[in-house]
């Protein structure tokens, strides 16, 4: 938990209660036979956990139930919470050391939550002394730039921005001189979540790059993709286009609490390879929460 908003635990109540909560009633009923395995298979598929992923997690419980003799219905549970855990692996972030500018690069189409983003992370690194600076990146609307400068004066941070319609490849390089001179230590860098075609907007993250690691050989360090948890099955594949065109190599998953098909996180997780490192989990600014795998599973089947 990093904002005093919203816990993980609260954002997975719809999820909780429409699937995985369900899965200990049916391992409570008569014998293991064909149908529960179908129903469990069923209900993980509906939660957005991915087909192939569920599959495999299924025939695994199913074995291990068969060679172990997970006798009780708690067993098989664990089992799955289990299997489940060992589908997120280990999301260590990466480490930050105390030194120099920290450059966090967020990408992610309109709507999935990217500014909110921005400002719930701003929040959370100046909780941890840090000085924060955002870069309006988004050039394409006029209105993201303003959208960020009223979250600034609310977080009392700057924003480095230019004239709708200019280079965000010019705002970046200021960004960052201007984050040094400054002394900003992290700087959060919004950009474009839609153009007059994908492919432009593939090219025009791909230039942002290109200019923040010309000045600054070791940034981004964290590349974000934003993704909108309410979104299910579409969010992967815009998963795709993005870690395609730029190095993500962290998830923010907004909406969290807005969705019961939570299971995404394990689709994200199997099928895109990136780590999910924040989740959204209301509107407010302070409601993100770092991911932590063994608390996400476990949330997912709390009373
Ligand atoms: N419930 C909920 N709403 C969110 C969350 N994050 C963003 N939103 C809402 O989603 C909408 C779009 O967010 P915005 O940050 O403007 O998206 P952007 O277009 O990607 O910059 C806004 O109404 C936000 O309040 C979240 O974690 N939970
Ligand atoms: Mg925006």
Redesign the pocket.
Known sequence: MIGRGKNIEQ?LSRTRRSFFGRIGGLFSQTDLDERVWEELEELLIQADVGVTTTVDLVQAVRDESGAQGLRTPSHVVEAVQQRLLAVLGNASSPGRSQEGLWVILVV?????????????LAKYHQRHGRRVLLAAG?TFRAA?AD?LKVWARMLGTDVVAHQPGSDPGAVVYDAIKASQARDADTLIV?TA?RLHTQYNLMQELRKIHRVIKKQMADAPQETLL?L??TTGQNALSQARYFKDAVDVNGVFL?????TAKGGIVFAIASELGIPIRY?????DVD??AEFDPERFVAGLFAE
């Open positions: 954002s992610g189409v309109n709507g999935s939550g990217k500014t909110t983003g921005i400002a719930k988004d993201a959208q919004d979540g934003v909108d948890a907004a909406k969290l609490d807005g989740v959204g989990t209301g509107e409601d993100v």
